[in-house]
């Protein structure tokens, strides 16, 4: 079955710096894969998401991803973190028609 | 567009209440899902609706839980009675033919709270 996996539970840090958020993925093909952001209290808020050519995704608020199909991975990447970025950050693969959510990771800025 | 609209967005409750979140998904969507967040388990898919029709329920955790959409713009998701393990955010989402590069879009979320 297919699953995503968010290895980082919590990740805190500094304003400025930069940003990997790790997401691996199981699929046999290529997978439609995506990235949300929920801010506390909120709904679900569609990052970026990649479902064929460029490897590499362009998303709002200046995030981006890369589909890296030899290590099953659709790493979430910042290279400037700013305070109202803390929030919790969920990778999704589609599987039949629904997506399929990883477990998430809070992040946390300090200033 | 207004998005997908969920109702109530807060409810507490006490325990054998019933329970009735509403939804009103993007106009022109045909799928429309239910999934429950919880600390413990995450976010789960309860039960989808493609056309109106339920697709998949596998993961309504029991029978107190049921589900229904009369028409393309309204969708109910009913727990009774409920129960204090039931507390959870609630979502209710929408998209076209999901997959080909589609979104789903998610509304706002019913926080429930079962005393």
């Known amino acids: 079955a297919q699953s995503v996996t968010q290895p980082d539970i919590h990740i805190t840090v500094s304003e400025g710096a930069s940003l990997e958020l790790r997401c691996n993925y199981s699929?046999?093909?290529?997978?439609?894969l995506f990235w949300y952001v929920q801010s506390p209290g909120q709904g679900l808020q569609l990052l970026l998401k990649?479902?064929?050519?460029?490897?590499l995704v362009q998303g709002i608020k200046g995030f981006e991803a890369e589909f890296k199909r030899s290590q099953s991975s659709f790493n979430l990447r910042k290279p400037s973190v700013h305070w109202s970025d803390a929030a919790e950050y969920f990778c999704?693969?589609?599987?039949?028609?629904?997506?399929?959510f990883g477990t998430g990771t809070r992040l946390q800025v300090f200033p | 567009d207004a998005g997908v609209i969920q109702s109530p967005r807060h409810e507490v409750t006490e325990m054998g209440q019933e329970v009735t979140l509403r939804c009103k998904p993007i106009?022109?969507?045909?799928?429309l899902f239910w999934y429950r967040q919880t600390m413990m388990r995450g976010l789960e898919l309860l039960i989808y609706?493609?056309?109106?029709?339920?697709?998949?329920d596998s993961g309504m955790p029991e029978d107190r839980f049921s589900a229904k959409m009369p028409n393309a713009s309204f969708s109910t998701l009913k727990i009774q009675p409920s129960e204090p393990r039931d507390s959870a955010v609630y979502f209710c989402?929408?998209?076209?033919?999901?997959?080909?590069?589609?979104?789903?879009?998610f509304g706002e979320g019913s926080w429930l709270t079962v005393v």
């Open positions: 106009s022109g969507h045909d799928y």
């Open positions: 989402a929408s998209s076209p033919p999901p997959g080909k590069g589609n979104t789903i879009y």
């Open positions: 999704a693969v589609y599987n039949t028609d629904k997506l399929i």
């Open positions: 609706f493609n056309n109106n029709v339920p697709i998949d």
């Open positions: 990649y479902f064929s050519g460029d490897t």
């Open positions: 699929y046999g093909a290529t997978p439609y």
